[in-house]
C-alpha cells in the first residue's frame, strides 16, 4: 500500500557507513548549492525600504554605542519592534567587513542557505528515506520566496533556520532524548529574533505535535530543561527593557507591533482571508502545482509521524496568520518547509514508481497503484502554457512586441525567462513521455534560472517602484549635517534613504512644510512639483538628483528678489 513506503527505514543493499558517508555528501552538496545561490550579487542592489534599511540602521547603531546591543537604538530613539539578535549578528560581520549591502545581508543569507542542509537531515529523520529527503530540500532549495526573503537583510530567513532547527531536535529527540535541549533553545533563539508571538506560534505547532505522535516527550526532563535555558536569556532581555523604559517597552513591542496585529491592521496592511494563498500561488512556481497532490498524500497516511507534523505545520500555521487581521507577504515563509516536506513526499513516490519500467510509468492510470492522485501527466496543460509564457516574457523584453514596447532591451530577464521556458519545455515533453527524468530537469531548471536572476539587479524588484535612493541620499549627506532636521516631500518616510545619507528625514504635508520652512535653518527635500507649488522665498538650492532638490534658505538674498523658480540654481550628483 501507499501509505507504507515511509514506514520502512534505511536504503536497501547500503551499510551503515555507506549511508553516512552519502548523507555528508548531500548534506555538504546542498549546503555549496545554497550557498552559492543566496550568495551570490549579495550586495549588487540597494537595500529595500522598511525592513532592510530599519534593521541596517539599528545594526550600525549598535556598533556606535555601547550598551545598543541590549538596548537598541533607530536613529537615536529606543527601539522597541523586534529583539536584536539578528541586528547583533550584522552588526558583528560590520565590525569586521565595514558597513554596505552586503554585510547587511550575509547573516541572514548565510543562516537562510543553512536551513536547506537542515531540511534534508528533517527529511531523513521524518521519512527514513533519502529520496523524499533529498527532493523536499531541493524544492525549498528554489522556492522564489525563500531565496528572495532570505537574502534580504529582515529577519525572515533566521526564523527560518531556527524553526527547521526545533523542528529537527524534536524528531531526532524521539531517538535521543538528549536532542530535546535542542529544541529548547531554538525556541529561546525565536523569541530573541521576532518576539514572543511568533515564536509562541511555533512552538504550538511542535507542541501540538507532540502531543498527537510521541506524548511521552512531553515528560523529557531534557526537553524542560532546554525550554528553561532557551528562555533564561529571553527573560533577561525583556526584564531588562523593562527595567529602563518600564510599561512603554511592552505597550510598543508586545502591544502595537505583536498582539494588535491579529486583530487590528497596523499601518494599513491588511487583506482577505485567502490573502496567502493568493501568495503562494503567485510566487511558489512551479512548485505549488503538487502542493495540493502532496497534501492529499499526506492525509492518506495520516497515521504516520511525517504526515502528521506536515498536517500539523501547515494547518496550524496557515490557519493562524490567514486570520489575523494584518497581513505582510513574508509572514506566509514559515509555511514554505511544510509545504517542500509535503511535495518532496509526492515526489519520492512518483519517484519509486519509476523504477517498476526502467525510469517510467506504466502506460495505464489504473496500473500505478502506489502513485498518488493526480497523476503528474496530467499537470501538462499547465507546464505547456508555462512555457508559452516564459517565451512571451523573452520576446517582451527583448523589445520585441511592438504593442507592448519596454524601456531597454532586459537581457538578464531575457536569460532568465529563456532558462525557464527551456526548463518547463523540457518538463512538459517528459511528463508527456511519463518519465520520472522529469523531476531532475525541473529541481537542475529552476536553480539555473534563480542563479541568473539572482545574478541581475531585478532581483529586489521594490526598488524600481520608487526613485533610486543612493544619489539622493549622497546629496543629502554632503548638503547637510548629522545634526539638521531635514524634512520631505515623499509621501512616507523612507528608512533606506535615511541608512544610506545617516539622517533622520521625515516626510510631512504641504502646509508643516511652509511651517518648518520659517525656522531658522530649514532643509527640504522636494520634488520638482512640490517645489513649484509651495512657492517658498529665500530658496538656495544645495543640489538636484533624480527629480529631488535639497534647499535651505539663502540668507543673503531679499524676498523681493526672489522666487522659486529663479532661484534654484540646480546641479548634479
Not at 64 to 86: A, E, I, R
Request: aromatic share 14%; with cysteine.
Amino acid at each position: 500500500m501507499s501509505h507504507q513506503i515511509f514506514a520502512t527505514g534505511k536504503p536497501r543493499n547500503q551499510t551503515p557507513d555507506h549511508q553516512e558517508w552519502t548523507n555528508s555528501l548531500w548534506i555538504f552538496g546542498l549546503f555549496i548549492a545554497a550557498l552559492l545561490l543566496f550568495g551570490l550579487n549579495l550586495g549588487g542592489v540597494a537595500l529595500r525600504d522598511w525592513d532592510e534599511g530599519t534593521v541596517a540602521q539599528v545594526a550600525r547603531e549598535i556598533i556606535q554605542g555601547d550598551l545598543h546591543w541590549l538596548y537598541p537604538t533607530l536613529h537615536g530613539s529606543p527601539y522597541f519592534n523586534k529583539p536584536p539578535l539578528v541586528h547583533n549578528l550584522i552588526a558583528t560581520v560590520y565590525h569586521f567587513a565595514g558597513i554596505h549591502e552586503w554585510t547587511a545581508r550575509f547573516p541572514s543569507a548565510l543562516l537562510t542557505a543553512a536551513s536547506v542542509p537542515l531540511l534534508y537531515v528533517v527529511g531523513l529523520e521524518l521519512f527514513r528515506q533519502r529520496t523524499a529527503a533529498v527532493c523536499s530540500a531541493l524544492v525549498y532549495l528554489t522556492l522564489l520566496p525563500v531565496v528572495r526573503h532570505g537574502r534580504l537583510a529582515m529577519l525572515d530567513g533566521t526564523v527560518l533556520f531556527l524553526l527547521i532547527l526545533m523542528f529537527g531536535c524534536v524528531l531526532r529527540s524521539r531517538r535521543d532524548l538528549r536532542y530535546a535541549l535542542g529544541s529548547g533553545l531554538a525556541f529561546g533563539l525565536l523569541c530573541l529574533t521576532k518576539g514572543i508571538f511568533l515564536a509562541l506560534l511555533l512552538g504550538a505547532i511542535a507542541f501540538i505535535f507532540l502531543v498527537w505522535d510521541t506524548p511521552r516527550l512531553l515528560q523529557c526532563k531534557y526537553l524542560w530543561l532546554g525550554l528553561l535555558l532557551g528562555l533564561l536569556p529571553v527573560a533577561i532581555w525583556y526584564s531588562a527593557q523593562w527595567l529602563k523604559y518600564d510599561q512603554e517597552f511592552f505597550q510598543i513591542n508586545l502591544g502595537s507591533q505583536s498582539w494588535r496585529r491579529i486583530w487590528e491592521s497596523v499601518e494599513n496592511n491588511q487583506g482577505a482571508p485567502w490573502y496567502y494563498l493568493l501568495e503562494i500561488l503567485k510566487y511558489a512556481w512551479p512548485w505549488q502545482i503538487f502542493w495540493i497532490p502532496g497534501l492529499i498524500f499526506t492525509w492518506k497516511n495520516r497515521n504516520f509521524s511525517w504526515a502528521k507534523l506536515i498536517l500539523v505545520w501547515t494547518g496550524v500555521y496557515f490557519g493562524s496568520i490567514s486570520l489575523m487581521t494584518t497581513k505582510l507577504p513574508w509572514y506566509i515563509l514559515p509555511i514554505y518547509p511544510a509545504l517542500a516536506l509535503a511535495v518532496g513526499g509526492y515526489f519520492a513516490q512518483v519517484w519509486r514508481e519509476g523504477d517498476r519500467e526502467t525510469g517510467q510509468w506504466q502506460a495505464n492510470d489504473h496500473q500505478l497503484e502506489d502513485l498518488p492522485e493526480p497523476l503528474p501527466h496530467k499537470f501538462i496543460p499547465i507546464f505547456a502554457l508555462l512555457t508559452l509564457i516564459g517565451w512571451l516574457g523573452c520576446l517582451y523584453f527583448a523589445d520585441l512586441i511592438p504593442a507592448f514596447p519596454v524601456a531597454g532591451n532586459e537581457i538578464d530577464l531575457q536569460l532568465t525567462l529563456a532558462a525557464l521556458s527551456l526548463t518547463f519545455a523540457l518538463t512538459t515533453l517528459l511528463l508527456y513521455r511519463k518519465d520520472r527524468q522529469f523531476l531532475i530537469i525541473l529541481f537542475w531548471g529552476m536553480y539555473v534560472s534563480l542563479i541568473l536572476f539572482v545574478s541581475s539587479n531585478n532581483w529586489v524588484w521594490e526598488l524600481a517602484e520608487d526613485y533610486p535612493v543612493k544619489p539622493v541620499a549622497a546629496l543629502v549627506q554632503q548638503g547637510t549635517s548629522a545634526d539638521d532636521l531635514i524634512y520631505t516631500s515623499h509621501p512616507y518616510s523612507r528608512p533606506s534613504l535615511n541608512f544610506y545619507s545617516d539622517r533622520k528625514i521625515r516626510a510631512i504635508g504641504d502646509e508643516e512644510l511652509k511651517q518648518k520652512w520659517q525656522s531658522p535653518h530649514p532643509y527640504l527635500l522636494l520634488d520638482a512639483a512640490s517645489l513649484k507649488r509651495l512657492q517658498l522665498d529665500q530658496v538656495k538650492s544645495l543640489g538636484t538628483v533624480s527629480g529631488w532638490t535639497l534647499i535651505t534658505k539663502n540668507k543673503t538674498q531679499t524676498p523681493q528678489n526672489s522666487c522659486c523658480e529663479n532661484s534654484i540654481q540646480k546641479s548634479t550628483i
